[in-house]
């Protein structure tokens, strides 16, 4: 029996100091120093929550930058998409994220790579076909990537300034200002984060 209660009375001990005041403590200490991290990294524009600096979103509105291609479509969706449809089945699928994971010799990646291309190029008229970053046909493993390439940034700004009507130069000092480089220096790529970007953008739209 001793052996019993001194068991359960070092459970109950750990389950307090790892369950609830260990969590309590660092999430205490985390909003005081890192508060907007432990919030979410959220962005917020005219006083309001628009998303995450670490989530990226669907933006299809032709006076705004283009994001990678998302497997969970950010985990986006309309009322159409919940529907079944005649196989019972419905788009959505619930929130997550993840990758196709699809081979390359896979027909559905083919096909979605070839329909992704005709609409970058439909929207911008003056780009070349080989000339579209890779980053642009291609989605991250988690499929929420707020990110895209400087590159892939300044291959669209014609297009944007064009639908916008912000100059191109102005489009270029707000890619710029939003442009990180690589972590520490050495880890990663220089990169974009276009809710920033887009963020910017609607702001000025809204001030006209």
């Not at 919940?82 to 096909?111: C, H, I, M, R, W």
């Amino acid at each position: 029996m001793k052996i019993i209660k001194k068991s359960i009375l070092i459970s109950i001990t750990f389950m307090i100091l790892c369950g609830l005041i260990y969590p309590l403590l660092m999430t205490g200490i985390s909003k005081l120093v890192f508060n907007k991290q432990a919030n979410g990294s959220m962005i917020v524009a005219d006083g309001r929550e628009v998303g995450s600096e670490l989530i990226g979103q669907n933006f299809t509105d032709p006076r705004f930058f283009r994001g990678r291609i998302s497997a969970v479509n950010y985990n986006t969706y309309t009322d159409e998409d919940t529907k079944p449809d005649e196989s019972g089945k419905a788009a959505y699928t619930g929130v997550g994220s993840g990758s196709q994971n699809l081979a390359p010799s896979n027909d559905a990646l083919k096909e979605r790579v070839e329909k992704d291309i005709d609409d970058f190029l439909e929207a911008n008229p003056g780009v070349k076909k080989e000339d579209i970053p890779t980053d642009l046909l291609t989605s991250s493993g988690s499929g929420l990537d707020p990110d895209i390439s400087p590159k892939a940034a300044e291959i669209q700004i014609p297009a944007v300034s064009k639908a916008s009507g912000i100059s191109e130069a102005d489009l270029h000092k707000i890619v710029d200002k939003y442009t990180d480089g690589r972590t520490l220096g050495i880890f990663g790529e220089p990169r974009v984060n276009i809710v920033k970007v887009n963020t910017e953008i609607a702001s000025i739209l809204k001030s006209r």
